[in-house]
C-alpha cells in the first residue's frame, strides 16, 4: 500500500466513525509534490471568521474563485427572524469576513440577499446578517420581490423542470453558498442543497412536487463557485426555525468545498447521520452533481 492510499484509508476510517474524530485528530500529510487536489476542508475549534480565514487559505485564498473585477453573491441561510444564538441563519461574522476577502480577492461588487421565511425586513435586522454585511461593504438587497425573479430551464430535472431565480444570481459571475447546518422537519437537514431554494421564488411548487427530488434537480441546474457550511452553532432538534436555545449545541465548525453533495455529506456526518437519510443528498449524487465517497477523496482537517 503506497502512502497516498494509507492517507485516504486513514481518513475513511474517520469518517465512518462521524465527522467529530475526523476534525478533531491529525493525520499526516502527503507532500506539497505529491497531494493532489483538495476536495474539501473541515475546520474545527475557531470563531467562525477564523475558521474561514483558516480554510480558504487551504483552499488557495479567496483570489481562486472570485476574479479581479468580478460580481459576486453571497446567499446565507437568513430565512428566519431569530437572533444568531437560535441558530437558524448563517453566523453574521462568517457572512461579514467571506465579503470582506470577496473584495480583498478584487470584486468590484459583492450581493447579499435572501429570499426569507419570515418577513425580510425582520430576518435581516434579527439575525446580524444586514448589519455585518453592510459593514463589510456588501450591498444587501431584498429577495422578497418576484419582479427579481426570472424563469430559466432546469435541464434534466425529474419533478423540477423550471424555476423562477433571483437576477442577481444570473447576472453574477461568482455565487457563494453559505448554509448552516440545522434539523428541517420535512427533509430531515438543511445544508448547502437546501439553502440554494433562497434564490428561487416559486418554492410552493417544491414542497408539493418532491422536495428532495426537486432540491436535487436544481443542484444539477446551479452549482455554487463555494459552498461554506457554517456549523458553529447546530439547531439539533426543531427545525428549521427552532424554538429555543435549548435546540442548540456549540460545535464549533465549518465546511468548505467546491462540491455541493461532498460538503452536505460530510456536514450530514458532522450533524450524526447518515447522508442516505437525507434523500435528496443521494439523489444529487445520482445525478452526478457532486461525489459521496467521501473515503476517496482529499480532505483537509484543519484544528484553530
Not at 184 to 201: Q, S, Y
Amino acid at each position: 500500500m503506497d502512502r497516498r492510499d494509507f492517507v485516504r484509508k486513514m481518513v475513511g476510517a474517520s469518517l465512518a466513525a462521524g465527522m467529530g474524530p475526523l476534525l478533531g485528530t491529525s493525520v499526516p500529510l502527503l507532500g506539497r509534490d505529491e497531494e493532489p487536489p483538495i476536495d474539501l476542508v473541515a475546520i474545527r475549534g475557531g470563531e467562525p471568521d477564523i475558521m474561514f480565514d483558516q480554510g480558504i487559505a487551504a483552499l488557495g485564498g479567496m483570489q481562486a474563485f472570485v476574479g479581479r473585477g468580478s460580481t459576486v453573491v453571497v446567499k446565507p441561510s437568513m430565512g428566519w427572524a431569530v437572533p444568531p444564538e437560535r441558530a437558524g441563519n448563517a453566523s453574521p461574522r462568517l457572512v461579514a469576513r467571506i465579503v470582506e476577502r470577496c473584495f480583498e480577492a478584487g470584486a468590484s461588487k459583492v450581493y447579499v440577499f435572501d429570499h426569507t421565511c419570515d418577513d425580510w425586513k425582520r430576518c435581516y435586522r434579527g439575525s446580524g446578517i444586514e448589519e455585518a454585511a453592510s459593514r463589510a461593504g456588501a450591498t444587501v438587497v431584498s429577495g422578497d420581490s418576484k419582479s427579481y425573479y426570472h424563469e430559466v430551464e432546469v435541464p434534466g430535472g425529474r419533478s423540477l423542470r423550471s424555476a423562477m431565480e433571483h437576477e442577481l444570481v444570473l447576472e453574477s459571475d461568482v455565487l457563494v453558498n453559505v448554509p448552516i447546518l440545522k434539523s428541517h422537519g420535512g427533509v430531515r437537514l438543511t445544508i448547502a442543497m437546501k439553502n440554494l431554494m433562497g434564490v428561487v421564488w416559486d418554492r410552493r411548487f417544491w414542497h408539493s412536487n418532491d422536495l428532495h427530488q426537486c432540491i436535487a434537480d436544481f443542484a444539477a441546474y446551479r452549482r455554487p463557485t463555494l459552498n461554506v457550511v457554517d456549523a458553529y452553532r447546530v439547531m439539533k432538534r426543531n427545525g428549521p426555525r427552532g424554538v429555543s436555545v435549548a435546540d442548540v449545541v456549540t460545535m464549533k465548525a465549518q465546511l468548505i468545498s467546491t462540491d455541493i453533495v461532498a460538503v452536505d455529506t460530510a456536514a450530514t456526518k458532522l450533524f450524526g447521520m447518515e447522508p442516505s437519510a437525507v434523500r435528496y443528498i443521494p439523489l444529487a449524487a445520482d445525478r452526478n452533481v457532486g461525489r459521496m465517497d467521501l473515503e476517496n477523496l482529499h480532505i483537509k482537517r484543519i484544528a484553530v
